[in-house]
């Protein structure tokens, strides 16, 4: 049976670790094996062993938020494990914790021998996706230095330079070479009958680039601390629904998984600030439309996270051009990475600007955060940048020339760049792909949303008539467009896209649901739409699915083509609601709050698309991220529609 991994995150750090809290290092799979800060590995290796040999799982790692597990050598019934270990682990910024308290079961004095193997090879994380690609890193080299109390681990190509630093209380006796690469430090330690003894070890990671004087928590127990200290600022003041506990319940564990979510980025003036990254594991990072649908499901709770995107993706606006990087003026970046490969170009995502959606909704983020918060200093402070998102949608982004927003395949880059970005996401009832430009329907309807809620903000902060009336009448003009060239009269439903002829793209699919969202329906047409997502082809009873099932383009385990995410369903529920479908509403929340209930009151990434009808649980998705920024906000979101009904 393969061992499960469990997830630790904290901020721009997380550790994937094994049932008896070790690391493999194993390449491929669903979820990356060590200890990760920026895209790299700081750890490959951590692999305790127990008088030579690995220990029994007397109770493995349970899934939350902190690593603990009872370990015991191998042995047999008629004799009883000389001692019970109890290790813990916690990672905190930039560091693992890891603390084995070993417990002597016998009435005389005895001594154990741990080992722990330990190795850092500063993989970058596009390595290790299965994806059979390769990258030649020339001129690389590691290196490693015996410590008085430890080892560290350094890793050079040109002028990239990254180490982790690994301590130990007591110190190791010996630091053994494995000849892999690895090292394995070792101790005796003498127990006193049924006495106890600690081993403290310690990790600091340092990415390149890294200034700050990093310190490592002195054990778990100070990391929870941390923690329960970040979520509470998070909770604090969140008025949960009484009538309603589960949904009570899912909201506070998204609000707990938002705190740990929270990486370091920075404003256009440079200011320290903290954003929702996107999930763990393989995206911890600032992805701007992760960020932004976050930040509007927290917004009636919790408005820093809002202020602090906007700052972060302003700061990384488009200024000019980039055929590589798919910038242009104006136009709000998609993913930030700050791995080697990003690094040195051997991936096109350390500023990649292929999305077609981040820009409306990074205008729709501000106006939501003026009309709730009242903040028009920010308003004002972001009106150039507010402009010239305006300004790339009406331009470089295709309102203008071609009616739509417009986008096609980056080479090298993403096929798709709306929110279903898979390759074969955006396709036709049969599962054909369309070539050449496409324009999906979603982004329409961001785009529609932007120009009236950037008006609002030009009459009421900027003091500019002109220029809102004129963004209204483009948003007027775009819906018009819209309902005569998407509306498909066989289906009573929007097309899921135009290719670059304006021919209809008609898979019946989920996207519909964020027309209501934006608005950009009529009512008549609103209604059509928002009970055809609640039929059974739609809805699972875990939710809606991305593409209705019948189609030959349905699988119920592709990422896009038949699966359910809950951000998704969030907001389709906003929709159901704005369209004054409070009863669909209410079904597609309870649906989503019973399957978080089967997973702790978490929601993951993403689920399959199989119906509820013959399976009592939901079907996970075989490489979900397990914390992810929009769906840990989407119960919010789900308060803000239904309330505690």
């Not at 009636?300 to 200024?319: E, K, M, N």
């Not at 929110?419 to 529609?448: F, H, L, N």
Request: some cysteine; hydrophobic content about 40%; glycine content about 10%.
């Amino acid at each position: 049976m393969t061992e499960r991994h469990h997830l630790l995150v904290h901020g721009a750090t997380f550790a994937a670790v094994g049932d008896r809290g070790d690391i493999g290092g194993v390449r491929g799979g669903c979820v990356p094996d060590g200890l990760f800060v920026r895209d790299a590995r700081h750890l490959s290796r951590w692999q305790l062993t127990v008088d030579g040999a690995v220990p029994e799982v007397l109770a493995p790692v349970a899934d939350g938020d902190a690593a603990r597990c009872v370990l015991v050598p191998r042995g047999g019934r008629q004799e009883p494990p000389a001692h019970t270990l109890f290790r813990e682990q916690a990672v905190g910024d930039s560091s693992l914790v890891d603390s084995v308290t070993v417990t002597s079961n016998r009435p005389v004095a005895t001594t154990v021998r741990l080992a722990l193997t330990v190795d850092a090879d500063f993989t970058d994380q596009f390595e290790l996706r299965s994806d059979h690609r390769t990258y030649v890193k020339a001129g690389a080299v590691r290196s490693r230095e015996i410590l008085d109390d430890g080892i560290e681990f350094t890793y050079r190509r040109a002028e990239w330079r990254s180490s982790t630093t690994i301590t130990a209380d007591p110190p190791p006796d010996s630091v053994e070479e494995t000849g892999t690469g690895a090292r394995r430090l070792v101790w005796t330690l003498g127990l006193a009958p049924h006495g106890t003894t600690e081993l403290v070890l310690r990790v600091i990671a340092r990415p390149h680039g890294e200034k700050r004087a990093l310190r490592v928590p002195r054990d778990p127990a100070a990391v929870h601390a941390q923690m329960l200290e970040l979520e509470g600022e998070f909770m604090e003041g969140v008025a949960f629904p009484t009538g309603w506990p589960e949904l009570a319940a899912s909201c506070a564990r998204g609000l707990a998984d938002l705190a740990a979510l929270q990486i370091p980025a920075r404003g256009p003036d440079g200011e320290e600030l903290r954003v929702p990254a996107a999930g763990a594991p393989w995206f911890l990072t600032l992805i701007a439309r992760d960020a932004l649908l976050t930040s509007l499901f927290a917004l009636p709770y919790r408005p820093r996270p809002a202020a602090a995107t906007l700052l972060a993706l302003a700061a990384t606006q488009a200024t000019g051009g980039g055929i590589s990087r798919v910038a242009q003026p104006g136009k709000i970046v998609h993913e930030v990475r700050h791995g080697e490969l990003a690094h040195f170009g051997q991936v096109p995502y350390g500023r990649y600007y292929g999305s077609v959606d981040a820009t409306p909704l990074f205008l729709i983020l501000l106006g939501a955060y003026v009309e709730r918060t009242g903040d028009t200093a920010l308003a004002r402070r972001l009106e150039p940048h507010a402009r010239a998102a305006v300004g790339w949608m009406l331009d470089h982004g295709g309102l203008t020339s071609r009616g739509y927003l417009v986008y096609r395949a980056d080479e090298g880059g993403l096929a798709n760049q709306n929110w279903k970005d898979s390759p074969g996401a955006i396709c036709c009832a049969d599962g054909t792909r369309p070539s050449g430009a496409v324009m999906a329907a979603g982004a329409q309807g961001y785009a529609y949303d932007a120009l009236r809620r950037t008006a609002a903000v030009a009459r009421g902060v900027w003091a500019d008539e002109t220029y809102a009336a004129l963004l209204e009448q483009a948003a007027a003009d775009l819906r018009d467009r819209f309902q005569r060239d998407f509306w498909m009269r066989e289906h009573s439903f929007p097309a899921l896209a135009l290719d670059g002829q304006g021919r209809r793209i008609d898979a019946l699919a989920s996207d519909a649901g964020h027309l209501l969202w934006s608005g950009l329906l009529d009512k008549e047409y609103g209604e059509l739409v928002g009970r055809r997502l609640l039929e059974p082809d739609f809805f699972s009873g875990w939710g809606v699915r991305t593409v209705a099932a019948g189609q030959p383009a349905y699988h119920p385990l592709s990422y896009h083509r038949g699966s359910v995410w809950p951000h998704d369903n969030a907001l389709i529920t906003l929709g159901l609601a704005r369209y004054g479908l409070h009863d669909e509403a209410r079904t597609v929340a309870h649906a989503l709050v019973d399957a978080a209930a089967a997973t702790g009151h978490r929601l993951p990434e993403v689920w399959a698309g199989y119906g509820r009808d013959t399976h009592t649980e939901p079907v996970p998705y075989p490489h979900a991220c397990v914390r992810e920024a929009r769906s840990a906000a989407a119960p919010l979101a789900l308060l803000t529609a239904v309330g505690g009904a």
